[in-house]
């Protein structure tokens, strides 16, 4: 027998059969002991922090009144206040005499606090000022402490004091034109015109948004959506009157069918045509005034058609500033459906043909998948025509590890030849996609050399409880199921672990092993099976690290069976473990992995 063997042996035996101590009751003073049994005590004085330091605002100097467009400065003038920490009996037996003096805990800081805003709104402005102040803990060994204080609201301005303020530089920059204020009948000296409306798509008045295709059961959930803002504006030409500028923004369907997708507002799931109130600020002052804007935001995600074609639908924004006024600019927004699928080529040294062909068949590949090292996968980018076979000038780009992607490519084929995991990210318009690759890692030697190489108790405790997990999950799960599989695995190694007398090294060793011998298509006897895809593998090492740390013996150091699959069971339903899609076996799936709750591995 090893040593370590003997030793954990005759630990076990000496928590066993060890005489149990004594308890003492009391001291014979009458007070209790300390934590080490003593009657005598000794001075075990510690402080903790009561009242913390704090700072406050004694006075606030800066202007009160300030042109708009600039950045004004005020300045606080701050008091700081002293904390404290007082001392108190950490034992349950009383410390002989008086505890020391409290420490006295002092924040360091500013006296005098800059804050400095840019005033750019009508009506009053309000700086706020906040700042962080530090002290040191001197009960927990001089650990630095920060905090932070709201410390108080200054209204600097009050804008009709000062006149109108001045539009908006014009377009290309330049000065702005000056316009006097309204006349004492509150009037403008150049003729009003209508108030304009105009509406944006970051910052463009065509755009395209890339979203997801939702494939799969039930809801689409938030994740699913892709987001995108509307900017809005209201213009106004020497209508002096003071008003809050609501408006609406009109939504309707010029191209496509806004049924291949769901799409959210403010005011819930979209139909159209649809009309959304809004508010773009306060108005008051001649000249044109073109400040006065906001946004709104919209979610969307397209759903899976009979079409073979991936969905698009083209949207019509526009700024209504009031009845009877003109529209102006409008924001033309394609939401264009976009799917990425892959394609695996096989594993030539086994003759492995590939688990990915075009996968997934509905939706997008948005979920973990693998491939050997050396096997190379096609990564494909599907869009509507006429984005798929001309796409825009900016529209495609990639990011990939080891491999250069030319832009507006739509498809590429990828090798790796180290054991990773790839993340490729492709950009389309603003929205970005991942596609997470795994090479999944099952050392060089096999499950036979392995067992040969760990010492014999540990080997034949990992043979052992192989089994005894192999006849649990054919007993439990008749049928082939994804929980099935990662039930196996992870009892087999929890199992491992759960006995004393088996190295958990040894046993991560030859489980790693095990999969070698999955890779190249060899049984554990050294006959020759089917080679399996390296998705099983990528799932396998997974849930045996979860069996691995999943730890509950036995009075006697063997495995507690009961608990360990109440463990395991509850770990499977909060998504620990990994599972192949579908409810069947691997060999039917797509070969596309997810949390064993069902939810993504990688966040999209």
Sequence with gaps: MKKSNVLRLAFIFGILFSPSLEAVDCCPDGSLPDSQG????????????????????????????????????????????????????????????????????????????????????????????????????????GAPQQEHENMQHVVIGTWSATGTPPPDPPPGGGSPPSYPPPDENGNCEDPYAPDEGEAYQNGQSESIVPVNLFAGEGEPKDEDFTDFLIEHKIITVNSPQERNMIGTLKVEVVEGDASDFIIRSKDGVMTFPANIAIDDGGHSGCGR???????????????????????????????????????????LVTLMAVTTKATSHGFPPTGLSGKYDETPEKGSIDNLISVWPSEEITVIVNLPEPFK????????????????VPDQTTEYKFKWTDTDTKTVKITVGSSTFKVVIDLPNVGNISQTDALLAVDPISAGGIVTYGNQALIYANAQYPTATPKKDAIRHSYWTALCVSDVLVDPQAVLFVTTAHEHNNKWGVDKYGGSVEPQQAFNSTMDLRNNLIGLSTIHSTGAGTPNETVILQDLNAQYEQGLMWIYDGDASEDVSEGILSKSNHQKIYSP
């Design 389 to 404: 076979s001309n796409p825009d000038p900016g529209l495609i780009t990639w990011e990939a590890p080891e491999h250069t």
């Design 38 to 141: 003593r009657c005598e005590c000794t001075p075990d004085w510690q402080c903790s922090v009561t009242i913390k330091p704090s700072m406050e605002i004694t006075s606030v100097e800066g202007p009160q009144i300030a042109p708009i467009n600039t950045a004004v400065t005020v300045f606080f003038n701050v008091q700081y206040h002293t904390g404290s920490a007082p001392y108190h009996d950490a034992n349950d037996c009383e410390d002989p005499g008086d505890p020391p003096p409290p420490e006295t805990v002092t924040a360091r800081g500013q006296s005098r606090i800059p804050m400095t805003r840019d005033i750019g709104s009508v009506g009053p402005n309000i700086i706020q000022g906040n700042n962080y102040y530090n002290w040191t803990d001197p009960c927990s060994g």
């Design 289 to 331: 005034h073109d400040w006065h804007s906001g946004s709104d935001r919209f979610e969307a995600v397209a759903l899976d058609s009979e079409s073979s074609e991936p969905a698009l639908v083209k949207l019509k924004f526009t700024t209504d500033p009031d009845e009877g006024s003109p529209n102006g600019k409008v924001a």
